[in-house]
């Protein structure tokens, strides 16, 4: 089966820890997104690559980073910059604007907790 | 820039009633809209989109949307609202920048 697979489901981080959150996908998607969700929120962008070795900043990039050394794999770390990190965070891929077939899918998100 | 706006945040709607959920956009050139439906602790899954063609879309579970250029709106809709239809709806508009901005949600609650 095709989809993006986000891993782990829930995850812990204590004050001053970096974590990495892992998204993969098999759709051979060239566009990968990290979206970060609060409760009771939108989806905000965190950082978006459009091809292996490229990513643009999102509306709220700091205290997070990310690589594209792989098509398959987009890994989110969310460094201890970031001051609020307790969210939901949801992987998503998709294929160019240019085809007409494009749509985002979406992983089943991570939800990361600081204690 | 891009954005969406979904006015309601909140949509309440008895069972078996038809439902609405508002979506307008801002966009420069032609626009690529799509819906998506989240239920708890869940991603979001696609339910349908307008890319170019006909402005009445139809998607999964019964769902529709009408694309209407002149009032800059994407209204989703579905003819008989059912109790598994409760979750929270995003529209989205995919930019030219290659990204999807997504509105900020409505919630629908419908009522057995």
């Known amino acids: 089966d095709g989809g993006i697979t986000q891993s782990p489901k829930y995850l812990f981080r204590k004050e001053g820890q970096n974590v990495t959150l892992s998204c993969e996908q098999n759709l051979n998607h060239d566009a990968m997104y990290w979206y970060r969700q609060d409760p009771g929120q939108g989806l905000r962008l965190i950082y978006y690559?459009?091809?292996?070795?490229?990513?643009q900043k999102g509306d709220i990039a700091e205290g997070y980073s990310v690589s594209r050394e792989k098509k398959e794999s987009f890994p989110l770390t969310v460094t201890s910059a970031q001051k609020n990190p307790t969210a939901f965070y949801l992987c998503?891929?998709?294929?160019?604007?240019?085809?007409?077939?494009?749509?985002?899918?979406f992983g089943q998100g991570t939800r990361l907790t600081v204690v | 820039a891009q954005s969406v706006a979904q006015p309601e945040d909140q949509v309440n709607v008895a069972e078996g009633n038809p439902l609405t959920v508002k979506c307008t956009y801002s966009v420069s050139g032609n626009p690529y809209l799509f819906w998506y439906v989240q239920y708890p602790n869940r991603g979001l899954q696609f339910l349908l989109k307008?890319?170019?063609?006909?402005?009445l879309v139809k998607g999964s579970y019964g769902f529709e949307a009408e694309f209407n250029k002149s009032q800059t709106s994407f209204h989703l809709k579905k003819p008989s609202a059912l109790v598994s239809d409760s979750a929270l709806y995003f529209c989205a508009v995919l930019s030219y920048g290659q990204n999807f901005v997504f509105g900020p949600g409505t919630r629908l609650s419908v009522l057995p």
């Open positions: 307008y890319i170019t063609g006909d402005n």
């Open positions: 690559s459009q091809i292996v070795n490229d990513f």
């Open positions: 998503a891929s998709s294929l160019p604007r240019q085809r007409h077939d494009t749509e985002a899918f």
